[in-house]
């Protein structure tokens, strides 16, 4: 864990399944504090994995390395364009030895600790239709929007988003790493305490189980590592149709020295006891 | 246009509202979205046909369109649909159809057969002669096909053509009309094999949000960044290639798309009708004073709350959040919005109220104290102060 980042606790989990009707695992992901990613890696024979897997290596390089936490958001555009650029070669190779119609790509979805003046928060990244959500307060809230045709559709007002689990066109994604075109993240960034847990997961969880299910097993589980193994397990018993794979993060210890809250409780001792203790 | 003279097929009454007439559709729209008219004038007048029309209608989604009226005419068969303040009569082989878009809370959808006469209504009048008209963009607040007859006075011409209406607000104007259409269009023929993102709907969708992206017209140096198209990706920005074997590209659910990006372009937020406030500005255009004595440059958004967050924002414009205290949690979690403006705020800061629960007050110098309306920007002028209620109150300065 970075130096400036000592004041807060991570616990997590990480869980994930090939599923019942997939014979290769295409999904990766990377549980390595402050950094957290889950890719969904696409195209079949042996190259979806390989981008999902180029995804969580860079990533990881940054978990190792140390990142600039006050420039959250360039850093992790870098290291997607990286991504981009050795899934892109990847691909040109393969399709250069002959294999007119190779192509590899991958979802992205991460999640890293950066740091702003007020104190550390959560930057998130999303390329795709894998998943970050926020539990807190027994309540789930998908914190990113899918890069999806259905979704487009459900903003447009085309459709409803109950009607964009069952849309035909459902797994059509419109943002990936990996395509010819350089396709640009959605950043959202979060303060710590507003996120009790984080979980980020691929669409074979979310296209499985329902919000319900996912929150009453978020809520029930208190160890992270069990909440991400419950959740892929649900997601298999449940049909299992496409490789799952969650990571759940819970922040545990936010002692930074003037947290919001720690503001608040220093103020109102000050003003019971008439004197700070 | 004295060809068309004789196929002059309507006639309009002056207004609020304006009027896209081309040779395969007629869109109306409210005053607010004069951004959006000129983007759709391109295609109409280009010939768009009634899909193709409503796809770029919709293409950044209903809640911000309040209203608007599409009618196509192809083949004997007549396509209407109604959104919001609008009223439509037809008299037709089946007898008179009369629509109004303000009873469905989505649009009013009909398709109509054998139509002899429409009549459409709507926004107020500001005239009361009729005009005809062969095709163009106008001003109006009514449309009568075939004309009414004996128009007061006869138009050459069809003179309302484009130029007087619109013209007057340059900084829309340029931006959007001179924008050539959809721009990845680029070579279509330069197909690669790679299976992604594809786009056999290229040619549909000037993605409205694309309008701001030039903006030229300022006489001043721009004192923005203009929003870099940000190039660290690797990959060249190949146009979409066609087709090609989607069958192959799944992973047996996930798929990259065979759909054109630009066409879901989402709306930045912002005053709807204009172009997209430059996120981040070259030098701050205002200084934020807190009641906490904490001072903060607009030169990006700035979110300010109880416990702000950001959402949905590209790597180059992260906004700066703003924390301020709230014992009572009388301030919502992320409260209210101040980022340099555009258009006609371009220069200053605009304050935006975010839907907060408790509402945001604002006292403008030698003006009386003014509650934001929720997602309806305001210009700051120096020696503004912004209220968001618990003491806690933000002064506006020059930077």
Known sequence: ?277 | MSDERDQITRSFRPGEWFGIFGEHATVLLPPSEKARVAALWEIVDDGAGFDETLDALIATGLRDLPGFVLVSETGGETKVVIRGDARAGFATQDGPVDLDGATATTWVERSLRGVTRMTVEVGEESGSSDLRLAGGLVRLSRVDQPPRADPAEEVEDAQPLVTEPVVAEPEVEEPVVEKPVAEPLGDVEDTQAVPFLGGAHLEEEPAPEAVGEEEPGYDEPPIWVPTPTPPPFGAPVNPPPVGGGTDEDHDGMTRAGDWDSSQFERQQPGIPGQPPAPSVTARPVARLVFSSGETVDVDRAVLVGRAPEARRFTSTEQPRLVTVPSPNQEISSTHLEVRPGSGADHGSAVVTDLGSTNGTVLVQPGLPPEDLQPGIAVQLIPGAVIDLGEGVTVQVTNP
């Not at chain 1, 640009?184 to 669409?203: G, K």
């Not at chain 1, 449940?238 to 819970?250: F, I, K, L, P």
């Open chain 1, 1 to 277: 864990m970075t130096e400036q980042f000592r004041g807060v606790e991570l616990h997590h989990g990480a869980a994930t399944d090939v599923g019942l009707v997939r014979e290769v695992n295409e999904d990766s992901f990377l549980a390595a504090p402050p950094v957290f990613v889950v890719a969904d890696g696409m195209g079949g024979h042996e190259s979806g994995d390989v981008a999902s897997a180029i995804v969580v290596e860079e990533f990881g390089r940054l978990a190792d390395e140390g990142y600039d936490a006050r420039r959250g958001a360039e850093v992790v555009a870098a290291t997607l364009g990286t991504c981009q650029e050795r899934i892109a070669e990847f691909g040109a190779a393969h399709r250069a030895r002959g294999t007119r119609s190779f192509y590899a790509g991958t979802t992205a979805v991460v999640a890293l600790l950066v740091e702003d003046d007020e104190g550390p928060k959560w930057l998130l990244a999303n390329l795709g239709d894998s998943r970050i959500y926020r539990f807190a307060d027994g309540v789930l809230d998908q914190v990113s929007v899918d890069h999806s045709l259905v979704q487009e559709l459900v903003d447009a007002g085309t459709i409803t988003a109950a009607d964009a689990a069952t849309h035909p066109e459902r797994h059509v994604i419109t943002r990936a790493l990996g395509g010819p075109d350089r396709a640009e993240a959605d950043y959202f960034l979060l303060p710590l305490p507003s996120v009790e847990r984080l979980l980020l997961c691929s669409d074979g969880v979310t296209g499985m189980i329902d919000d319900a299910t996912m929150a009453e097993i978020l809520g029930r589980a208190a160890d992270p590592r069990d909440a991400a193994d419950q959740l892929v397990a649900a997601a298999v018993q449940a049909g299992g149709r496409d490789n799952a794979t969650a990571v759940v993060v819970d922040v545990v210890g936010l002692a930074t020295e003037n947290s919001y809250d720690s503001e608040r409780q220093r103020v109102s001792l000050e003003q019971k006891l008439g004197a700070l203790p």
